[in-house]
T-cell receptor
Framework: GAVVSQHPSWVICKSGTSVKIECRSL??????MFWYRQFPKQSLMLMAT?????????EQGVEKDKFLINHASLTLSTLTVTSAHPEDSSFYIC?????????????FGEGSRLTVL | DQQVKQNSPSLSVQEGRISILNCDYT??????FLWYKKYPAEGPTFLIS?????DKNEDGRFTVFLNKSAKHLSLHIVPSQPGDSAVYFC??????????FGTGTRLKVLA
């Protein structure tokens, strides 16, 4: 299957700093990528839809100034958590689509665990 | 409002037996469903999908059943293996790649 890679897999930062997480599609071009957040023992929560060359579409309740998303190329999307606080500590996962139709498989990255001290 | 629900947070099954994981949804516009398997600290791995035009899809040991009238789908794993122990998520979409995920069911297959 298609491969999506995230980096870093684990990051610890001080409160007030910004952290960037990268999501790459390694063997295919992804027009659309998605960013999720998972709290312990809870479901994946869609944060935003990232489209190459345009602004991301954020879900209700997600602060776009807090979670900056950039989809600079067809193989790379980045999520920057700005001025991180302990409540931003979570597991962040990206996914990408390979199909050209409306629905199909999502391929997920390995996830990035953020711990804000 | 939880549009996709997995009411059983956990399930234990003996190795070799059938595992049945259930998922209910409320949005009648959902027309494509996926099941994912997730290990701790890893991204989900795609297992199997089904579109609303079908009521069953089979792939090896995994079979997904869809009951549109009941807004219910289930994942059957036969025979269950210890390596199947993981958290399973169902996800649904309504004509787009924007999927809504259930809360997950933790499956434990006992050797």
């Amino acid at each position: 299957g298609a491969v999506v890679s995230q980096h870093p897999s684990w990051v610890i930062c001080k409160s007030g700093t910004s952290v960037k997480i990268e999501c790459r599609s390694l063997d295919f071009q992804a027009t659309t990528m998605f960013w999720y957040r998972q709290f312990p023992k809870q479901s994946l929560m869609l944060m935003a839809t990232s489209n190459e060359g345009s602004k991301a579409t954020y879900e209700q309740g997600v602060e776009k100034d807090k979670f900056l998303i950039n989809h600079a190329s067809l193989t790379l999307s980045t999520l920057t958590v700005t001025s991180a606080h302990p409540e931003d500590s979570s597991f962040y996962i990206c996914s990408a689509t390979i199909g050209t139709g409306d629905t199909g498989e999502l391929f997920f990255g390995e996830g990035s665990r953020l711990t804000v001290l | 409002d939880q549009q996709v629900k997995q009411n059983s947070p956990s399930l234990s099954v003996q190795e070799g037996r059938i595992s049945i994981l259930n998922c209910d949804y409320t949005n009648s516009m959902f027309d494509y469903f996926l099941w994912y398997k997730k290990y701790p600290a890893e991204g989900p791995t795609f297992l199997i999908s089904i579109s609303s035009i079908k009521d069953k899809n089979e792939d090896g040991r995994f079979t997904v059943f869809l009951n549109k009238s009941a807004k219910h789908l289930s994942l059957h794993i036969v025979p269950s293996q210890p390596g199947d122990s993981a958290v399973y998520f169902c996800a649904a979409s309504a004509g787009t790649y924007k999927y809504i995920f259930g809360t997950g069911t933790r499956l434990k297959v006992l050797a």
